[in-house]
């Protein structure tokens, strides 16, 4: 079965960070493919960060640059997003996200582009 499988989300103070890990099993990864997004109740999905199809850099949305970053490790097959001073607006289920679609930033956080999306996991930063 082809799939995206996310972990890591949870309960943290604000000013806290968390990592969360994005699995792909029975394919693949693309690393140039790859998006975060997340939806908060209520509100539309965004996108939070994504990689540039033409050269591979990250892009970062402007509520959370300078906070998260992205990393992969090819033997796992994992992508991660490392969420750093998280505040209570980034409260929100956190969903990865591949595409085949050769897309630069940042055009690449528009969700439309995605096609294999993970489960989705809770984060919520509360005191």
């Known amino acids: 079965q082809l799939q995206l499988v996310e972990s890591g989300g949870g309960l943290v103070q604000p000013g806290g960070s968390l990592r969360l890990s994005c699995a792909a099993s029975g394919f693949r990864l693309d690393y140039y493919g790859i998006g975060w997004f997340r939806q908060a109740p209520g509100k539309e999905r965004e996108g939070v960060a994504c990689?540039?199809?033409?050269?591979?850099?990250?892009w970062f949305s402007r509520s959370v640059k300078g906070r998260f970053t992205m990393s992969r490790d090819n033997a796992k097959n994992t992508v991660y997003l490392q969420m750093n001073a998280l505040k209570v607006e980034d409260t929100a289920v956190y969903y990865c996200?591949?595409?085949?679609?050769?897309?630069?930033?940042?055009?690449?956080?528009?969700?439309?582009?995605?096609?294999?999306w993970g489960q989705g996991a809770q984060i919520t930063v509360s005191s």
């Open positions: 996200a591949e595409r085949r679609a050769v897309v630069g930033s940042p055009y690449c956080l528009a969700p439309n582009y995605y096609e294999r």
């Open positions: 990689v540039s199809s033409s050269d591979g850099s990250p």
